[in-house]
């Protein structure tokens, strides 16, 4: 199953309209990332077969929305948590060409893949695979990491509350949820063990007209 011959420029031009502009080599890159997914997603549900009809926007669109809301150019270092088949942190590795990106995934299967794909795509000099938990890995990743991101991790609260204790003072997270959930983020904010030293500083929402997609995006860090 590939991606079809208008497939590039819809999704293309369907990020323009949001404000964000990718060179088209780079969107090239990441339709073929998708049909590495595709390939293999019926054995290792690398995503969810109900969102599929989304195509490539639903996935490789929402994961490079956070580009119209953060800069993560300039060497940053990037840990992207319970990657599962790489989203968002390939599509991100692909269109910002001095990205570092870390693949946190605990599955054998799903790391192997992953392990698979960077080879494939020619980023394993800025890519790495972790086959752990993010509970094992969090002594390690506090201060290595200028940006966390969490997509269809778990749901809010439990997320925040698996990630903030290792969070790095300098470091922010970025965690895709629905716009219902941005109060339940608030709140596990407000009620995180009583402390009140991280605030979501910004939240970028937006729609993706041509498959009746919404979403969003967080930032959470440290109060200043």
Aim: a negative charge; proline letters at 6%.
């Amino acid at each position: 199953m590939k991606h079809e011959p208008d497939s590039p420029p819809s999704l293309l031009e369907t990020l323009a309209t949001a404000g964000l502009e990718i060179e088209p080599a780079a969107i090239d890159r990441c339709l073929a990332y998708w049909d590495l997914l595709l390939d293999s997603v019926d054995q290792l549900n690398l995503v969810s077969r109900n969102s599929l009809a989304g195509g490539p926007l639903r996935h490789i669109g929402d994961s490079l929305m956070a580009l119209a809301g953060w800069n993560l150019s300039g060497g940053l270092s990037l840990l992207d948590v319970g990657s599962g088949g790489g989203l968002p942190g390939i599509p991100l590795a692909l269109a910002v060409p001095d990205l570092s990106v870390t693949l946190l995934e605990p599955k054998e299967r799903k790391a192997d893949w992953l392990s698979l794909a960077v080879g494939r795509l020619d980023l394993s000099s800025r890519v790495t695979v972790r086959q752990t938990r993010f509970e094992e890995f969090g002594r390690e990743a506090a201060g290595r990491f200028e940006v966390v991101t969490a997509r269809a991790l778990a749901p809010p609260g439990r997320t925040l509350r698996m990630i903030l204790p290792a969070l790095g003072r300098d470091a922010s997270l970025l965690l895709w949820h629905s716009s219902q959930q941005l109060e339940e983020i608030s709140a596990a904010l407000e009620g995180f063990r009583g402390d009140s030293r991280h605030t979501h500083y910004y939240t970028l929402k937006y729609v993706f007209d041509p498959i009746n997609f919404s979403s969003s995006i967080t930032g959470i860090r440290e109060a200043r």
